[in-house]
């Protein structure tokens, strides 16, 4: 192993009390993740706790140069697995020094909905299906396409085994452990449809915690891909040509819709996210109409369908869901690129809050 290696995976516990905390937040495009690290006296467990910190606005596309300070206020902890030992990543959302969350902080927004008493008291649950592609680093082509040319069509590859037929596994499975390490609810990964296309679960995670364990689940998968030197896409259409796009599919339950006689509940809140779907789908991903076809299993953009088993609707009830009459839906619309502080908290807003006229 050489020096650089032995010193990046120093473990600093051995030696000194000391924690060095990275600091994430979102940038201004609201998908560009950015990170910077101190150094903490000693190890702090309540986020709360830990000093809030600065960054210079301008540079990310948030604030003016003549006034370019925006403050970061710490909100979750999760153990960092690149550096170990006792350091950690903070996932924090973005204020004004006034203490205004500023245009770009949907977390904010987010948590009165889900401090929202109505919505505590239904526990609302999310597990949400991040898909992505991986990209050659010159040529942002997907990796396991020839450059300009497309391979074989799209169906060896959903789940597949084979150097023919799977490419960045390596990455996959690193992020996949680095994610368990952190303390992230990752619920498991599979091969998508098309070469170079993963998928990665959170959840179930309660509330606000979804966001912003997802946040920090594509915090380290990018910066796995970085070691690796391979790009990261969330683009809900990365390679048009007939294959399927790549999605952000949100599983949601409450605990109306968790208890016997369920199913009422999950008839209702869909009726109510059909009544709400053009708000729903303007804000569910950029790009998003170019996924939403009305083929590869979606459904039109502009159409709201829901059904049983039917990976072809806006809303799909697993028929096992139909069965015991109770437990979640999946709202298949949301993009690969999606916030989901926004997509979380608007079904949660919609389904618990939302009165129709």
């Not at 949400?128 to 497309?150: A, C, R």
């Not at 569910?284 to 039917?310: C, D, P, S």
Request: hydrophobic share 35%; net charge neutral; with cysteine.
């Amino acid at each position: 192993m050489s020096l650089l290696s032995d010193l990046i995976n120093f473990d600093l516990s051995d030696s000194t009390e000391k924690v060095i905390a990275e600091y994430i937040w979102i940038g201004g495009s609201g998908m560009d993740l950015r990170s910077k690290a101190r150094t903490l006296p000693c190890l702090v467990a309540n986020p709360h706790k830990l000093p809030k910190w600065n960054y210079d606005g301008s540079s990310t596309g948030q604030a003016t140069g003549e006034d370019s300070e925006v403050i970061l206020y710490p909100q979750a902890i999760f153990k960092d697995p690149f550096r170990r030992g006792r350091n950690i990543l903070v996932i924090c959302d973005t204020y004004s020094p006034a203490g205004d969350a500023i245009s770009t902080n949907t977390r904010y927004n987010a948590a009165k909905i889900f401090n929202d008493p109505d919505v505590v008291a239904e526990e609302p649950w999310f597990g949400i299906e991040q898909e992505y592609t991986l990209l050659q680093k010159e040529s942002k082509w997907p990796i396991g396409f020839p450059v300009g040319v497309s391979p074989a069509p799209q169906g060896p590859y959903y789940c597949g085994i084979g150097a023919n037929k799977i490419f960045g596994r390596e990455i996959v499975e690193a992020h996949y452990k680095a994610c368990l390490y952190a303390g992230i609810n990752h619920g498991g990964i599979n091969s998508e449809v098309a070469p170079g296309q993963w998928e990665f679960q959170i959840g179930p995670v309660t509330g606000i915690s979804a966001g912003d364990e997802l946040w920090v689940a594509r915090y380290i998968l990018q910066r796995v891909a970085e070691i690796a030197a391979v790009l990261v896409s969330f683009d809900p259409e990365p390679i048009q040509k007939g294959w399927n796009g790549a999605g952000a599919h949100t599983n949601y339950s409450t605990k109306s819709m968790r208890g016997d006689g369920g199913f009422k509940f999950i008839r209702e809140a869909i009726e109510k996210l059909g009544l709400r779907h053009k708000e729903h789908i303007a804000v569910y991903g950029e790009g998003n109409e170019r996924r939403l076809t009305g083929k590869n299993e979606t459904a039109n953009y502009n159409n709201f369908l829901w059904g049983v088993g039917n990976r072809g609707a806006s809303i799909r009830v697993g028929r096992d869901v139909e069965k015991a009459r109770k437990g979640y839906f999946e709202d298949r619309r949301p993009g690969s690129n999606m916030d989901p502080y926004v997509v979380t908290s608007m079904i949660a807003e919609t389904t618990l809050l939302w009165k129709p006229m």
